[in-house]
């Protein structure tokens, strides 16, 4: 097996670091205001084109909250104006999370998204550094001093944020980094890795077989009166376990190990609650029957004690045992307990965050896209986007990359919620389920220890469409007085309201606001020749034709697919 080395390695830091904010006209989308902060104070543009004058005569990293999806739509039109201008973007989906702008004359700037860091709302954010978010109901009516001290406030809040955050990255070992991943793996090899971990190229390219979206699974359509669990930080729990370390042994024989990535022949017997995924057209299912895949050793463990048969093991790589990840975990949940129980509204944010952050970063895709506008020399691979910008494959080395931990850690965190399951279906009926978290008719056993379920809401009704679209009527906590909680879920359909979703419900259309984003914008560049943002109205219809998570089984219930099923196709 060809071998890398995860090393301890000291933090580096993106240095020096300011935040800007944009705002402009809601119907015209015309910027008004432009604003800057950093450690000289504020200042406030009225261009795109003073903003960036700054920003590159001042260096450094510049973040703005949501900024890879909205400002910087504003700031890559005045960008591509200049020609002796070299510029490296890269995206998350269609979003430019990271801009690094090099000029003719030397000055280089980077532009990050301060919401791949902070994952809260820039109001929410005020909130825990004590500084209320302004108001501008009427933006479009406000003058331009009003609308300044609103970006202001914006610029203040974030930049107050994120200068506190940085200060307890220092003070676990870490350094701020563009994105909260790369800032806990900071940490995670800086203060928490003992030794350095040799790790196979080989043994990471298998290990992806086994790496499992988690389980999102609607159970019956509708709900009366329910109970809303969910497990107490999940992942970071699954990661106070050994997890793999080094390989130890490949071979055809798995040993019974837990820590293992192995290719087996299973048979699971007909079951309400299946325990082995598996993706067929990109889709993660639990179903019964008999078939080949790759599994960690949690999942054939855990699938035998539910009844399964592991007919035959095909290959096996074992790992030895390594509980870095567990002192990592262990130690940041005790400082956010530590945190709680004060107030320490900040403290208790950075930790909470950090912990779901780092086990995933390992698993890391070495495939990456980057977008390069005027290179200095021509690509060799690649597409061009429009004249002069290029869209360029790229494939990295991780040193960080260790697969075999998260399949470990996903499948403890899978099983757990299947388990929960289990408990919840004994005492009535289960409605919904998704990650790490049950809508269902019994009580779960709670706590507010590391791995424990809490009771989060008791539900009035609910309606399950799909995976990630759902509503339901929250009741109000005991003591408290007011209009019931409409607690609407839509992925894919941006801040849809209870109306929106019985409209999508009885296959009505729901406009959906639309705002371009940087590689869209380009995109339709390369078509028109015309580079600038757009805002409209998109109609959407949900059409209920994808192939559900479960079979269909008389009304409002369901069961498990066969993998006959599955196998054979769908159409709707």
Not at 339 to 356: C, F, Y
Not at 466 to 493: I, N, Q, W
Request: positive net charge; contains cysteine.
């Amino acid at each position: 097996m060809r071998r890398s080395t995860f090393t301890r390695q000291k933090a580096e830091s993106v240095g020096v670091f300011g935040v800007y904010d944009l705002e402009w006209h809601r119907e015209t989308l015309e910027v008004t205001h432009a604003g800057v902060r950093d450690a000289a104070g504020y200042r406030c543009h009225r261009d795109v084109e003073g903003l960036l004058q700054d920003t590159l005569t001042r260096g450094g990293w510049w973040f703005a909250h949501a900024g890879g999806s909205y400002d910087m739509v504003q700031l890559f039109p005045q960008i591509l104006e200049h020609r002796d201008w070299s510029v490296k973007a890269a995206f998350s989906g269609s979003s430019a999370v990271v801009v690094q702008i090099e000029t003719k004359d030397g000055r280089r700037a980077s532009y990050g998204d301060s919401a791949m860091l902070l994952k809260a709302k820039l109001a929410d954010i005020g909130r825990i550094v004590g500084l209320l978010k302004g108001d501008l109901q009427e933006a479009e009516n406000a003058g331009w001093a009003e609308v300044r001290d609103y970006n202001e406030r914006d610029c203040e809040i974030l930049y107050v944020a994120l200068q506190a955050f940085e200060q307890r990255l220092r003070d676990l070992g870490g350094e701020l980094r563009p994105t909260l991943a790369s800032c806990a793996m900071a940490i995670f090899r800086s203060s928490y890795l003992s030794r350095d971990l040799s790790t196979s190229t080989t043994a990471n390219a298998t290990a992806r077989a086994a790496y499992t979206a988690s389980r999102v699974e609607i159970f019956r359509g509708e709900c009366q009166k329910a109970n809303y669990f969910d497990i107490n930080s999940s992942f970071p729990y699954s990661m106070t376990f050994a997890c793999p370390g080094e390989v130890t042994r490949v071979g055809r024989r798995w040993t019974g190990s837990e820590l293992a990535i192995v290719e087996a022949t299973v048979t699971v017997p007909e079951s309400y609650l299946p325990p082995l995924p598996v993706r067929v057209d990109g889709s993660v299912y639990h179903p019964t029957g008999t078939w080949r895949g790759w599994y960690s050793g949690v999942d054939l463990i855990e699938a035998k004690a539910a009844g399964a048969t592991i007919e035959q093991t095909h290959k096996a790589i074992h790992f030895a045992e390594w509980g870095d990840l567990a002192a990592y975990s262990r130690d940041l949940y005790e400082r956010r307990m530590a945190a709680k129980a004060v107030g320490n509204k900040m403290d208790d944010m950075t930790t909470k965050i950090l912990l779901n952050a780092l086990y995933g970063k390992m698993a890391e895709n070495p495939c990456k896209e980057e977008m390069l506008v005027r290179p200095r020399k021509k690509p060799k691979d690649g597409r061009m986007v429009m004249p002069g910008v290029w869209v360029v494959p790229e494939v990295r080395t991780i040193e960080h990359e260790h697969v075999a931990a998260p399949v470990i850690i996903t499948s403890r965190s899978r099983h757990l919620l299947r388990k929960g399951l289990a408990k919840a279906l004994e005492q009535g009926e289960i409605y919904y389920c998704d990650t790490d978290s049950v809508i269902c008719q019994g009580e779960l056993p709670s706590g507010d220890k590391l791995g424990e379920w809490k009771l989060e809401a008791r539900i009035l009704g609910g309606q399950f469409l799909a995976p990630k679209l759902y509503s339901v009527t929250k009741d109000l906590p005991e003591g408290v007085h007011g209009p019931r909680l409409m607690d609407v879920r839509a992925k894919g359909f941006r801040r849809a309201t209870w109306r929106e979703f019985m409209a999508l419900a009885m296959g009505e259309v729901a406009k959906v606001e639309s705002f371009s984003r940087v590689r869209g914008m380009l995109s339709t560049a390369g078509r028109t020749g015309e580079v600038k943002p757009t805002r409209g109205y998109v109609e959407k219809r949900w059409l209920g034709t994808a192939r559900p998570k479960r079979a269909p089984d008389g009304e409002n219930n369901t069961r498990a697919w066969t993998i006959g099923e599955l196998q054979g196709g769908w159409k709707k």
